[in-house]
C-alpha cells in the first residue's frame, strides 16, 4: 500500500473491508487487485503459472506525458517476452460484472474566433464591435440539437445503423435506468429507452461541448469584449468513423455556418486529438479466460455464474496506450475492470 | 506624483512631455490636470476663485466597494459645502475636444443552466445526458443576430427612433471611422455609416456576452461535461429603458426560449446589476462654464476654436457614483474628459 499511496494527495482508508480515499476506484483499488493476486500465489508458496510485470503510471488525468516514449523505448527489452497486456481501467456497467471489448476514441476540436486585436470595455465599444463571442456562441449552437442530434453533416451517416441482433444484445444487457439517474443525478437522460440510450453511450458518436478560453470565466462581473475566444468540444468515435474525414466535415461545416454569419472575424478550427476507436476480438483466448476468470471468481464469490455482457466503455488515455500498444506490438490486450457502477469517481 | 504613484504597479516616465505608465491616460493624467491646476493658482500667489475639494479612489476597476457608503457617511460633512462635481474619467471622441453629457446604463445578467449533480467524463457519459453547456449555448444564440439585432422582445421597442434632428447632429460630429477601425484592429464594425455606428454606441442598447463560468476555460483539452455553467452577459441601457422592465423582458424571453428545449436541467436568471443611464442638463451653468474652458484652453494650445461635441460615453463604476451623487445630493455632476482618442487603455 506504501508505494501507492506515496504520491497521492488524500490518505486512503479501509471500512468494513472497503477502500475509501481519492483515485481508490480509478485506479488503486484494480492495481491493488493484480498486487494481492501475485502475493496470494507468493503466500501459498506457489509458483505463478506466468511472468508478470507491472506498469504504474498515475499521470493519465494530465495526459500521461511520456508514457507512449517510455513503452516505445521499453520495446525490445521490458516488453520484449510479453505476450498480452491486461489493463484494469474501466468500469462494469451495472452490479454484474463485466469484461470491455471497445472504446470509443475520440475528435478533440479548437474552434478559436479572433476579432479585435485587444480585449475591449463593452460600455465604450458594445454595438460597434461584431464581437468574436457572439460568432462562436453562433457556430456552437449549430453542432448539436437539444434533443442530441448531431447537425454536422456526414458525421452520422458514416455510422452503421443499429442492426436487430445488435438491438437483441442491447436490450439482453442488464441496465438500471433508474439507477443510472440516480447516480448522474438528473431526472431525465437524452434518451427515455434503454437500447438507445446504450446505443448513444457505444456505438454513435456524441458532441460535448467543454467550455471556452479567453473569456470572462470567473465568479462575479466583468464589462470585457473578449477579443479572441477558443471553443472546446469533441466527438466521441465509434467504428465506421475517420478521425480524418471528421476533421474534414467539421472544419468545412464550421466555416459554411461561420462564413453565412458575414463576420469580420477570423475563424480557426483545429483538431487537437484524433483518436480511433478501439475494439478487440472477444473470442481471443484472453478474453476466452478472462470469461472464465469473471464466472470462476463470482462463482465463489457469490454463488451465482452471471453472465459476463461485453461492453464498449470509456475512452481515456490509458486505451489510447492500449490501441498504441496494439498496433505497435501486436499484441492482444485486454481490458478487465474492477469498478462497479455504484463506485464513486471524480475527474 | 508621489502620492498618485504610491501604490501603483508601474513607474510612470515622462518621454517628450508625453506621461507613460499604467493608468497614464484612466486615470492618473487627468486627476494630475486638477492638481496642476491648483498648484499653477498657487504658483501664481493667486486666490483660487472657488473652494476645491478632491476624492481620490482606485478601485473603480474592482468595483469600488465602499465608495457609496463614504460618499453617504460624508454627505453633512466633506460635501456639506459642495455646490458642483467634476469628474474627469471618460474620453474624447476624435482628436477635437469634447464634453460628455450621458452615459448608457447596464443590466448585467446571470444566466445558470444547472445539470448533473457533479461534473461528468464525456466518455463515459457523453451522448446519454442532456448537457447544461448545450443548453447555455443555444439561449445565449437567441440574444442577438449575427447583425447586431436584438432579439429579445421589448428591449428594441422601448427606444425612441432616432428624430431627425438626432440624425442631423450625429452626421455633424467629426467621427473617423477609419481611425477607429485601426484602433480597435478590425476591418469591419457593426454600422459602415457613421450615423448608425455613433446611436449604436450611444443611444441604441447592445448586448455582450462576456464569458462563461464553471466550463473548462483553461489551455489545453480537458474531455469534461461540466455539471453547472453560468453565462454572463449585460445589455447597455439607454433613455426610455427601466432596469426592472429589462430584467423581466430577458428572463421571460429566455425561460421561453429554454422551455422549448424541454431539457432537464434547470434554469435560473438573475440581474446582477441593474444600472440606469445618466443624462445631464447639457444647458447647465456647469455645462456652459465647461464649454467656455475648453474653447479658451484649446485656443491657447492650438491657435482654433473648436466646438465641443456633446457626447455620451462609456459607462463605468465613476458614472455609477456620479448618477449616486446626483440622486443623493441634487447636485450638478460634469464630466470633463481629458483623454484624446489616441490614449491606449488597457481593462
Redesign the interface.
Known amino acids: 500500500m506504501y508505494i501507492i499511496n506515496k504520491y497521492s494527495d488524500i490518505v486512503i482508508f479501509i471500512l468494513l473491508g472497503n477502500l475509501y480515499g481519492r483515485g481508490a476506484s480509478d485506479n488503486k483499488a484494480p492495481v491493488l487487485a493484480w498486487i494481492h493476486a501475485v502475493e496470494a500465489y507468493q503466500a501459498l508458496s506457489m509458483d505463478l503459472p506466468v511472468n508478470v510485470k507491472f506498469v504504474i503510471e498515475g499521470m493519465e488525468e494530465t495526459g500521461s506525458n511520456g508514457l507512449d516514449a517510455m513503452i516505445m523505448a521499453q520495446r525490445d527489452t521490458f516488453f520484449s517476452e510479453v505476450d498480452y497486456i491486461i489493463i484494469s481501467d474501466c468500469?462494469w456497467l451495472s452490479r454484474h460484472p463485466a469484461l470491455t471489448y471497445g472504446?470509443?476514441g475520440?475528435c478533440?476540436f479548437f474552434a478559436e474566433v479572433e476579432?479585435?486585436?485587444?480585449?475591449?470595455?463593452?460600455?465604450?465599444?458594445?454595438?460597434?464591435?461584431?464581437?468574436p463571442?457572439?460568432?462562436l456562441?453562433?457556430i456552437?449552437?449549430t453542432l448539436?440539437s437539444?434533443?442530441?442530434k448531431i447537425l454536422i453533416p456526414g458525421i452520422r451517416e458514416a455510422v452503421a445503423p443499429l442492426s436487430d441482433e445488435e438491438w437483441k444484445m442491447y436490450q439482453d444487457i442488464q441496465f438500471d435506468m433508474d439507477n443510472?439517474k440516480d447516480k448522474?443525478?438528473?431526472?431525465?437522460?437524452?434518451?427515455s429507452n434503454k437500447v438507445d440510450?446504450l446505443a448513444?453511450?457505444w456505438r454513435?458518436p456524441?458532441?460535448?461541448?467543454?467550455?471556452?478560453?479567453?473569456?470572462?470565466?470567473?465568479?462575479g462581473?466583468?464589462?470585457?469584449?473578449?477579443a479572441k475566444v477558443t471553443a472546446?468540444f469533441?466527438i466521441?468515435q465509434v467504428p465506421d468513423m475517420d478521425p480524418a474525414m471528421v476533421k474534414k466535415q467539421v472544419t468545412d461545416y464550421l466555416h459554411s455556418v461561420f462564413a453565412?454569419?458575414?463576420?469580420?472575424?477570423k475563424l480557426k478550427v483545429t483538431m487537437?486529438?484524433g483518436a480511433k476507436p478501439w475494439l478487440a476480438d472477444t473470442h481471443h483466448p484472453l478474453y476466452e479466460a478472462g470469461k472464465v476468470a469473471i464466472k470462476r471468481g463470482h462463482s465463489v464469490l457469490t454463488g451465482v455464474h452471471p453472465k459476463p455482457s461485453g461492453i464498449s466503455?470509456?475512452?481515456?488515455n490509458n486505451f489510447l496506450v492500449m490501441i498504441m500498444i496494439t498496433l505497435v506490438f501486436w499484441m492482444a490486450v485486454f481490458s478487465f475492470p474492477y469498478i462497479t457502477v455504484s463506485s464513486r469517481?471524480?475527474?
Open positions: 468500469g472504446t470509443r475520440n478533440y476579432g479585435p486585436k485587444q480585449d475591449l470595455h463593452s460600455g465604450v465599444y458594445g454595438g460597434t464591435v461584431i464581437e463571442m457572439t460568432d456562441i453562433g456552437l449552437d448539436i437539444p434533443s442530441g443510472y448522474i443525478g438528473v431526472n431525465q437522460l437524452m434518451y440510450l448513444h453511450m454513435y456524441t458532441v460535448s461541448i467543454h467550455g471556452i478560453e479567453g473569456a470572462f470565466s470567473d465568479p462581473t466583468k464589462t470585457v469584449i473578449p472546446k469533441s466521441r453565412k454569419r458575414k463576420s469580420p472575424n487537437v486529438i466503455s470509456n475512452n481515456n469517481q471524480r475527474l
